[in-house]
C-alpha cells in the first residue's frame, strides 16, 4: 500500500523565520511528488517534482526530491502570515490507484 | 488557467435525501476527474476516478451504489451522495487532469456536506 508521511503535522512560528517541510514516501512505480498548499478550501499546486536534485523555486518557496531516499522536502524563507496554511505532499506512483497518494499536511501557522 | 470550479460550497440535507455536487474545469478539458473526501485534520482520501465517457473506477471500501459518479463530458462530472446520512458528513473535493499535464491534478474549492 502506498504511503505518504508529512512531518512535523504542525508548525508555529515567526514571521521571518524560515520553514522547512518534511515529506517521505513509500510507492511502488514512482512517476512524481507534488506539493500543494490549502488555505480552508482548494488545494493549490505548488510543485511537481520528478527527477532527484533539481530544485523547484517558486518566489520565497522550493522544492528538491531526493529518490534515493526516498522524501522531499520544501523550504519557505522569510514567511509571512499569508503563508499559514496546511502544505500537502502528494505521490503519484503507477501502481494501483490512479489517483494522489496524499500525507496528512503540515499545518503551519505563521505569527506576526 | 487550470482552473476547476465546484459547486456547491456547502449544502445542508436531510438524513434519506440525495445530494449532488458538481465539478467543471473551465479552461481545459479533464480527461480524468478525481473525487476526494477529506476528514477534519486527516488528509485526501481518494473516492473514485472517473475518465469521460466510461464508468468511474472506485477505491476500496467506496461504495458505488451510495457514491454515484457520472462524467459526461470533457469538462463536468458529478458526485450523487443517494440516501444520504449523518456519516456522510464531511468535506468533498474533486480535481480535475488535463491530457497534457497528466501528473498534476487541480482541484476545485470542495463542498462541506452537512448531513441531518
Known amino acids: 500500500e502506498d504511503k505518504v508521511v508529512q512531518s512535523p503535522l504542525s508548525l508555529v512560528v515567526h514571521e521571518g523565520d524560515t520553514v522547512t517541510l518534511n515529506c517521505s514516501y513509500e510507492?511502488?512505480?514512482?512517476?512524481?511528488l507534488l506539493w500543494y498548499k490549502q488555505e480552508k478550501k482548494a488545494p493549490t499546486f505548488l510543485f511537481m517534482l520528478?527527477?532527484?536534485?533539481i530544485e523547484k523555486k517558486s518566489g520565497r518557496l522550493s522544492s528538491i526530491l531526493d529518490k534515493k531516499e526516498l522524501f522531499s522536502i520544501l523550504n519557505i524563507t522569510a514567511t509571512q502570515t499569508g503563508d499559514s496554511a496546511i502544505y500537502l505532499c502528494?505521490?503519484?506512483?503507477?501502481?494501483?490507484?490512479?489517483?494522489?497518494?496524499f500525507g496528512k499536511g503540515t499545518h503551519l501557522i505563521i505569527q506576526p | 488557467g487550470a482552473v476547476v470550479s465546484q459547486h456547491p460550497s456547502w449544502v445542508i440535507c436531510k438524513s434519506g435525501t440525495s445530494v449532488k455536487i458538481e465539478c467543471r474545469s473551465l479552461?481545459?478539458?479533464?480527461?480524468?476527474m478525481f473525487w476526494y473526501r477529506q476528514f477534519p485534520k486527516q488528509s485526501l482520501m481518494l473516492m473514485a476516478t472517473?475518465?469521460?465517457?466510461?464508468?468511474?473506477?472506485?477505491e476500496q471500501g467506496v461504495e458505488k451504489d451510495k457514491f454515484l459518479i457520472n462524467h459526461a463530458s470533457l469538462t463536468l462530472s458529478t458526485l450523487t451522495v443517494t440516501s444520504a446520512h449523518p456519516e456522510d458528513s464531511s468535506f468533498y473535493i474533486c480535481?480535475?487532469?488535463?491530457?497534457?499535464?497528466?501528473?498534476?491534478?487541480?482541484f476545485g474549492a470542495g463542498t462541506r456536506l452537512s448531513v441531518l
Open positions: 480535481s480535475a487532469r488535463g491530457a497534457r499535464e497528466r501528473n498534476i491534478q487541480y
Open positions: 510507492v511502488t512505480n514512482f512517476r512524481s
Open positions: 520528478t527527477s532527484s536534485g
Open positions: 502528494a505521490v503519484y506512483s503507477g501502481g494501483g490507484a490512479d489517483g494522489l497518494t
Open positions: 479552461d481545459f478539458q479533464a480527461t480524468t
Open positions: 472517473s475518465n469521460e465517457g466510461s464508468k468511474a473506477t472506485y
